[in-house]
């Protein structure tokens, strides 16, 4: 096939920190709880950590919680579902385990009779202004777009007046910038047209875009920027514009890489890792961290320590009413109400509150569980480097 090569010029960036490309069983072997390094009492059960008063979450020292905290990078998880509702669960430990910050899905496969609330997860909000359900396929299948954000966390959804199918694009804004995603999906049976309207996204975007998505454009050579005639315009754009494309490893079962990370600031781009598999899905997970000086809301609730309530004093306080006279003339409702409002004055002045932290992780997930799904990506990584196909399928859930 006949193509063409661009020469890009090689760029440097003051301060830069050199592009990070692991797998993620090399990055959880170093914070992962195997208990080597420390005895069962120091452990965190990540099925549930308590407080002194129970209810989950912890105490800060001072018996509150911080309004929020100061984050120096910005977690993004980036995957490609094929559906997303049969792996809500393993993306929902997936998530417990890695904690990004956003979540982005393309190949949702949702259409509307998935609501909202049947592909939640826990600790995260999902963004239903920028939810894209494909329309022009059956029960959406072959598309879709989805952007669970941290609950905590506030991104601005964004019309761009492009009719590129698809994409949805939002604002971080950080402590000094703006950060401007776009995710995108394009089919692989996209026209030309539509090729024309993503090199638009690009040209008309702003400083801080970083473009993350499953492109489909695997006849592209991003290491030496070449590719055949119809993809040459892309290319010249993504020069003239400043973009790099900064994914190094094949991210689909063939070898390939069509998951792309394009962005006009790569010297904000801290690491991008290979986070291994979900379900059935032959697109490989994107662990990406950003570097980004942000402000995070604190997770908290306020709750009854009920470890340090006075029950003498709560047990006087029901002595002293005269149960038979004050509930005589009441209806059944009507004493219900008054025995509660006498209930919680007394918690109110006897049982002292705290604040604690939220757990984000459900409650039926478990230390072990956490471990069979990281030993499943690790799995299924090491079965991928030998290309063997039937021990992929043996390791997957």
């Known amino acids: 096939m006949e193509g063409s090569r661009t020469k890009r010029p090689k760029k440097s960036y003051k301060g830069q920190n050199k592009l990070q490309s692991r797998t993620a069983g090399e990055k959880r072997k170093?914070?992962?709880?195997?208990?080597?390094?420390?005895?069962?009492?120091?452990?965190?059960?990540?099925?549930?950590?308590?407080?002194?008063?129970?209810?989950?979450?912890?105490?800060?020292?001072?018996?509150?919680?911080?309004?929020?905290?100061?984050?120096?990078?910005?977690?993004?998880?980036?995957?490609?579902?094929?559906?997303?509702?049969?792996?809500?669960?393993?993306?929902?430990?997936?998530?417990?385990?890695?904690?990004?910050?956003?979540?982005?899905?393309?190949?949702?496969?949702c259409n509307n009779s998935?609501?909202?609330?049947?592909?939640?997860?826990?600790?995260?909000?999902?963004?239903?202004?920028?939810?894209?359900?494909?329309?022009?396929?059956?029960?959406?299948?072959?598309?879709?777009?989805?952007?669970?954000?941290?609950?905590?966390?506030?991104?601005?959804?964004?019309?761009?007046?492009?009719?590129?199918?698809?994409?949805?694009?939002?604002?971080?804004k950080t402590n000094s910038e703006s950060l401007y995603f776009y995710l995108i999906y394009r089919?692989?049976?996209?026209?030309?047209?539509?090729?024309?309207?993503?090199?638009?996204?690009?040209?008309?975007?702003?400083?801080?875009a970083i473009f993350i998505g499953d492109f489909n454009l695997p006849e592209i050579d991003w290491n030496n920027y070449s590719a055949p005639n119809k993809y040459t315009n892309i290319l010249n754009i993504c020069l003239e514009k400043g973009f790099e494309q900064l994914v190094d490893f094949p991210t689909h079962d063939k070898?390939?890489?069509?998951?792309?990370?394009?962005?006009?600031?790569?010297?904000?781009?801290?690491?991008?890792?290979?986070?291994?598999?979900?379900?059935?899905?032959?697109?490989?997970?994107?662990?990406?961290?950003?570097?980004?000086?942000?402000?995070?809301?604190?997770?908290?609730?306020?709750?009854?320590?009920?470890?340090?309530?006075?029950?003498?004093?709560?047990?006087?306080?029901?002595?002293?009413?005269?149960?038979?006279?004050?509930?005589?003339n009441l209806s059944t409702d009507e004493a219900w109400k008054f025995f509660c409002n006498i209930l919680n004055d007394l918690t109110d002045k006897y049982v002292p509150r705290v604040k604690m932290k939220s757990n984000s992780h459900p409650s039926w997930m478990s230390r072990e569980l956490l471990k069979s799904i990281r030993k499943k990506g690790e799995s299924g990584k090491n079965t991928e480097s030998l290309g063997n196909r039937e021990n992929i399928m043996n390791t997957r859930i």
């Open 114 to 172: 998935i609501c909202d609330s049947t592909i939640s997860i826990q600790g995260y909000e999902l963004s239903s202004e920028i939810r894209k359900d494909r329309h022009d396929t059956r029960n959406g299948i072959g598309g879709g777009l989805l952007v669970y954000v941290k609950e905590g966390l506030n991104i601005l959804p964004c019309d761009t007046g492009s009719s590129f199918n698809q994409h949805c694009k939002f604002v971080f």
């Open 255 to 328: 070898g390939n890489i069509l998951d792309l990370v394009l962005t006009n600031s790569p010297h904000l781009i801290q690491s991008i890792i290979d986070g291994g598999k979900i379900g059935s899905s032959d697109h490989c997970l994107l662990s990406i961290e950003i570097l980004s000086s942000y402000k995070e809301t604190s997770n908290t609730s306020e709750r009854f320590n009920w470890n340090r309530a006075d029950f003498d004093s709560i047990s006087e306080g029901l002595n002293t009413i005269n149960w038979r006279e004050d509930l005589y």
């Open 187 to 208: 089919p692989p049976s996209s026209n030309q047209e539509n090729l024309t309207e993503l090199e638009n996204l690009l040209k008309l975007s702003e400083k801080n």
């Open 30 to 109: 170093e914070t992962e709880y195997s208990g080597e390094h420390q005895s069962e009492n120091q452990r965190q059960d990540p099925e549930r950590e308590e407080g002194e008063g129970g209810g989950g979450g912890g105490y800060s020292e001072n018996g509150g919680a911080e309004p929020y905290q100061e984050r120096e990078t910005l977690s993004v998880l980036y995957l490609n579902a094929q559906s997303v509702f049969s792996k809500l669960n393993e993306l929902q430990v997936v998530s417990n385990d890695l904690k990004p910050s956003i979540i982005l899905v393309t190949e949702s496969w």
